[in-house]
């Protein structure tokens, strides 16, 4: 395929997935997702579009280089020649174990694993970081430090009832968690209730997308049937991201505050 029609390709993916937009009017050389409306999950749409399109592995470690028409171009254009591969992490973790893995987001590597005992303090330093308005639409409340109690209760998890992974940074030197996901299963054993939070500077850069995909691979490979959360119904956005993760939304007439969101798994 030459490079004429491996843009036609792109074009037409990225079309698909956001068909409001009008192609002839993106910038090649701009950053792709300053020019049109392409939150987190949108773009792993985009990025699976074109996997599916043209038969062509796009690796997550890769997928920090391609902020541009251009540059997803020139990367598809040099991969063609390259024989498959299946992308990275996208296995579905054993039921025994769980993922841990590299990723890359605007340049900066991210590592999504497992919560320990030992991210105590990285718990508390996440959540001091968080916006008010942040921590007020994860855990319903405006304090600005949670309790050694519960930060013992969101670390020291069995990782079977209580799952818990985290996206850890490099932050002078040291790993910083800049965004968890957990379930925990109810008393049927046929179903969990998951939450998910990320640093306000990493919203909308994809991560949320990573993890939430990672945790419902875990759910279904431990044989859970649905998963389920509670979301504020003035969440716009979350709500949003829930439907494009393929929730449903469940009204509660005797509680206009929230949403309850449920996918089967």
């Given at each position: 395929m030459?490079?004429?029609a491996i843009?036609e390709a792109?074009?037409q993916t990225?079309?698909?997935?956001a068909p409001?937009?009008?192609?002839?009017q993106?910038?090649?050389?701009?950053?792709?997702?300053r020019?049109?409306?392409?939150d987190?999950?949108?773009?792993?749409n985009v990025?699976?579009?074109?996997?599916?399109?043209?038969?062509i592995?796009?690796?997550?470690e890769?997928?920090?280089?391609?902020?541009?028409?251009d540059?997803?171009v020139a990367y598809?254009?040099?991969r063609q020649?390259q024989?498959a591969?299946?992308p990275?992490?996208?296995?579905?973790?054993?039921?025994t174990?769980?993922p841990?893995?590299?990723?890359l987001?605007?340049?900066?590597?991210?590592?999504?694993?497992?919560?320990r005992?030992?991210?105590?303090?990285?718990?508390?330093?996440?959540?001091?970081?968080l916006?008010?308005?942040?921590?007020?639409?994860?855990?319903l409340?405006?304090v600005?430090?949670?309790s050694?109690?519960?930060?013992h209760y969101?670390?020291e998890?069995?990782?079977?009832?209580h799952v818990?992974?985290?996206?850890?940074?490099?932050?002078d030197?040291e790993?910083?968690?800049?965004?968890?996901?957990r379930?925990?299963v109810?008393?049927?054993g046929?179903?969990?209730?998951?939450a998910?939070?990320?640093?306000?500077?990493?919203q909308?850069?994809g991560l949320?997308?990573?993890?939430?995909?990672t945790?419902?691979d875990?759910?279904?490979?431990?044989g859970?049937?649905?998963?389920?959360?509670t979301?504020?119904?003035?969440?716009?956005r979350?709500?949003?991201?829930?439907r494009?993760?393929?929730f449903i939304?469940?009204?509660?007439?005797?509680?206009?505050e929230?949403v309850r969101?449920?996918?089967?798994l």
């Amino acid at each position: 395929m030459d490079i004429a029609a491996i843009r036609e390709a792109v074009l037409q993916t990225i079309v698909a997935v956001a068909p409001e937009i009008d192609a002839q009017q993106i910038r090649p050389q701009q950053p792709l997702r300053r020019q049109i409306d392409l939150d987190s999950i949108d773009w792993l749409n985009v990025l699976a579009g074109l996997q599916e399109r043209l038969s062509i592995a796009i690796p997550d470690e890769d997928a920090g280089r391609l902020g541009t028409l251009d540059a997803i171009v020139a990367y598809l254009a040099a991969r063609q020649a390259q024989p498959a591969a299946r992308p990275a992490d996208r296995r579905a973790p054993a039921a025994t174990g769980l993922p841990s893995g590299q990723h890359l987001i605007g340049g900066q590597a991210i590592t999504v694993r497992p919560i320990r005992p030992d991210d105590l303090r990285r718990e508390a330093d996440f959540f001091r970081h968080l916006s008010q308005e942040t921590r007020y639409k994860r855990f319903l409340v405006t304090v600005s430090e949670l309790s050694e109690a519960k930060l013992h209760y969101f670390t020291e998890v069995d990782q079977v009832r209580h799952v818990a992974l985290g996206a850890t940074v490099d932050r002078d030197g040291e790993a910083a968690l800049v965004g968890v996901a957990r379930y925990i299963v109810a008393p049927d054993g046929g179903s969990c209730e998951f939450a998910i939070a990320v640093d306000d500077d990493w919203q909308g850069s994809g991560l949320a997308g990573i993890l939430m995909r990672t945790l419902i691979d875990v759910a279904r490979s431990r044989g859970l049937a649905t998963m389920e959360g509670t979301v504020l119904a003035t969440n716009v956005r979350m709500l949003k991201f829930s439907r494009q993760l393929g929730f449903i939304q469940q009204r509660d007439p005797d509680d206009r505050e929230t949403v309850r969101i449920v996918r089967r798994l």
